[in-house]
């Protein structure tokens, strides 16, 4: 029951794009933070690194809970992802450029499924008549006939001055 709600859940939503764009926020986050002695060397350099990686995960996290904005959220993780590479010691060492890259893609690819597609079944008038005779409604070749004077010609050309007809 438990397992079937989280595949349900997991599947209405662009999930494995939101997880990849949290790791590469994360990822980002992390390196500016590491130990104390490297950041108080880091200086100011380090807080591009932090907001970068923070708004990656705030974009991962907004697909998983509002899926309706997964194009805007994936196109700005794509931004932030390329914009580290610059400016957060290579984008978390390339491993959170390349997570947030392809988080990103994912997440602006994402399509819900569609609802499946009820079959029409013909009604029972519609497959025969009282006289057994079979009807021509559900048949695709059912054309109605015209009288042969209403016919249209193919030799005369009515003149359409909207240009409806060819």
Do not use: Y
């Not at 004077?149 to 909207?162: G, L």
Request: some cysteine; proline content about 9%; hydrophobic content about 50%.
């Amino acid at each position: 029951m438990l397992l079937n709600r989280w595949r349900r859940w997991r599947r209405s939503r662009p999930f494995w794009g939101g997880l990849l764009a949290v790791l590469a926020g994360a990822e980002i986050c992390a390196l500016p933070l590491a130990p104390l002695k490297v950041m108080l060397q880091q200086g100011v350099a380090g807080i591009p690194s932090v907001l970068m990686g923070a708004v990656m995960i705030v974009l991962g996290l907004t697909a998983w809970f509002a899926p309706a904005q997964r194009g805007l959220a994936g196109l700005l993780t794509t931004l932030v992802a390329t914009a580290a590479l610059v400016l957060s010691n290579l984008g978390g060492f390339l491993i959170g450029t390349l997570l947030g890259i392809l988080g990103g893609g994912l997440m602006f690819a994402w399509q819900p499924h569609a609802a499946p597609a009820v079959p029409v079944r013909p009604s029972p008038t519609d497959a025969s008549d009282a006289t057994g005779t079979t009807g021509t409604t559900g048949t695709a070749d059912a054309t109605p006939a015209l009288p042969h004077d209403t016919a249209p010609s193919r030799s005369t050309r009515h003149h359409d001055p909207q240009g409806a007809q060819p």
